[in-house]
């Protein structure tokens, strides 16, 4: 569909062609910006027959669980140009344990860590590299605490462009480190937290016209959109009745909620789905600003195990507040006892996440038992993240040695600690047998 960019803010809405380089509003100075399409009419029975006959081609694009739904994507006539690793394609998985945990009589995950890069920042880096493609730009950067780097590294790589990440110095997991490096980026590793060096690097972009590829970039949360549209065609287009998700700079909470909106308003759907968005403690801005509206506060030096969403000033939270306005949603903080638990029960249903991501299952047993969500709702929770971006976090929570940012042990109540036994079989048989 034809599209351009529009700000943000209600007040203002100014519009801009579809091809500046642009993220914050010109014309007001500080609004957002969002794609918004020019035409008001879709097919929605001829798509939705459309996108599920693609998923038996051979295409390129088709083969894609971004670039199948490309009709509500801002890419008309750019198709040539698409920068794509097969990202999407992700699986609804029904998990009866974590389900029972949580209080649910039922619950699905939907696991984005089957994506290229293991992370749900796949879906949205395909598309922020293509219009880096379509802007001719030869320079691409992001600030990451991990999955963000890992993902535009590679698809950078794949684009022939040059990638810079930077990331807080001494406060990123070595799994998710290790495929930047990987996958080429130029790595600088910046004495300062995620915020301040977002601040930073915006200023370097515009002074050295490197396109910028953190979720402030609308054309990220374009392609995150596509969790939404592949999620629903998964389930027959018939939509939860909630759809859980962890929160750290909100980008896919503002995705999640423009895709409804943009389904509901072309036909696909008829009812929208509430999203519950949860925030680790240390780490709860959004929560925060929801419970006691007023003016937004940010947490200068944000504190969590869940380094995927250890944001104290999320950038997409006005967005974010109208995606949980108009869906009737709901925000939740959860502890860092209360992750690591879920965490070992998402692994008990033979489903591995990172730490971020066992944030939904903590916070759908706090809201079950708040009588917020109820047992035999419909209830679809979206995993962010692969268990191998966290590795070192796994192991120590299984062996006890789990600590949180102040130092504090961290309760293996689910561990399962390796056992050294001697090289004799009558030792072994004898333990296995107890």
């Given at each position: 569909?034809?599209?351009?960019l529009?700000c943000?803010e ?26 918004v ?6 097919d929605?029975?001829?798509?939705k ?5 693609r ?5 390129t694009?088709e083969?894609s ?9 801002p ?16 699986p ?21 860590g089957f ?7 796949d ?25 963000t ?8 790589s ?9 990331i807080p110095h001494?406060?990123?997991?070595y799994?998710?480190?290790a ?6 980026a130029r790595?600088?590793q910046?004495e ?12 370097l972009?515009?002074?050295?016209g490197i396109?910028l ?9 374009e ?13 027959d ?9 962890p ?7 503002s995705?999640?909620?423009k895709?409804?909106?943009?389904l ?5 759907i008829?009812?929208?789905p ?19 509206k007023?003016k937004?506060?940010?947490i200068?030096?944000p ?12 950038v997409?939270?006005?967005k974010?507040?109208?995606e ?9 903080k ?9 965490k ?7 489903i ?12 759908i ?9 109820q047992a035999d709702?419909d209830?679809v929770?979206?995993?962010t ?6 590795p070192?976090?796994?192991y ?22 390796p056992?050294?036994?001697p090289n ?9 047998e107890?």
């Amino acid at each position: 569909m034809l599209a351009e960019l529009a700000c943000f803010e209600q007040h203002c809405r100014a519009r801009f062609p579809i091809d500046e380089a642009i993220y914050n509003c010109p014309t007001c100075g500080t609004g957002l910006l969002e794609v918004v399409f020019t035409e008001e009419r879709a097919d929605a029975p001829a798509w939705k027959q459309l996108w599920r006959s693609r998923r038996t081609s051979n295409d390129t694009l088709e083969q894609s669980g971004v670039w199948r739904y490309r009709e509500l994507l801002p890419f008309d006539g750019h198709h040539h140009q698409v920068v794509t690793l097969r990202e999407g394609n992700t699986p609804m998985l029904d998990a009866p344990r974590a389900a029972r945990y949580g209080g649910l009589d039922h619950l699905t995950f939907k696991h984005q860590g089957f994506n290229p890069t293991g992370s749900f920042k796949d879906n949205g880096m395909t598309c922020g590299v293509t219009q880096a493609v379509r802007l001719d730009r030869q320079r691409v950067a992001c600030v990451s605490t991990g999955n963000t780097s890992a993902s535009m590294a590679a698809y950078a790589s794949a684009a022939g462009l040059d990638s810079i990440v930077f990331i807080p110095h001494g406060n990123i997991s070595y799994g998710k480190l290790a495929q930047a490096l990987e996958y080429g980026a130029r790595t600088l590793q910046v004495e300062a937290n995620f915020d301040q060096i977002l601040a930073l690097v915006r200023v370097l972009a515009e002074r050295l016209g490197i396109y910028l590829l953190n979720s402030i970039n609308p054309f990220r949360i374009e392609g995150q959109k596509a969790i939404i549209f592949e999620m629903l065609d998964q389930r027959d287009w018939n939509p939860p009745d909630w759809i859980v998700l962890p929160g750290g700079n909100l980008g896919n909470t503002s995705a999640f909620g423009k895709a409804l909106r943009e389904l509901c308003q072309f036909g696909f759907i008829r009812k929208l789905p509430r999203l519950a968005v949860i925030q680790a403690e240390g780490a709860a801005p959004f929560y925060e600003f929801m419970q006691k509206k007023g003016k937004f506060r940010s947490i200068p030096e944000p504190r969590t195990l869940a380094t995927a969403i250890r944001i104290g000033d999320p950038v997409s939270w006005p967005k974010a507040l109208h995606e949980i306005t108009v869906t009737n949603g709901i925000v939740e903080k959860v502890s860092e006892q209360e992750i690591a638990d879920a965490k070992a029960i998402i692994g008990q249903c033979g489903i591995g996440s990172e730490p971020a991501s066992a944030a939904t299952l903590a916070g759908i047993r706090k809201l079950t038992q708040a009588g917020v969500i109820q047992a035999d709702q419909d209830v679809v929770a979206v995993l962010t993240g692969n268990v191998l971006k966290d590795p070192d976090y796994v192991y120590k929570y299984h062996t006890g040695q789990l600590q949180d940012p102040d130092g504090r042990a961290i309760d293996a109540r689910l561990g399962n600690r390796p056992v050294v036994v001697p090289n004799d079989a009558d030792a072994i048989a004898k333990i296995l047998e107890g």
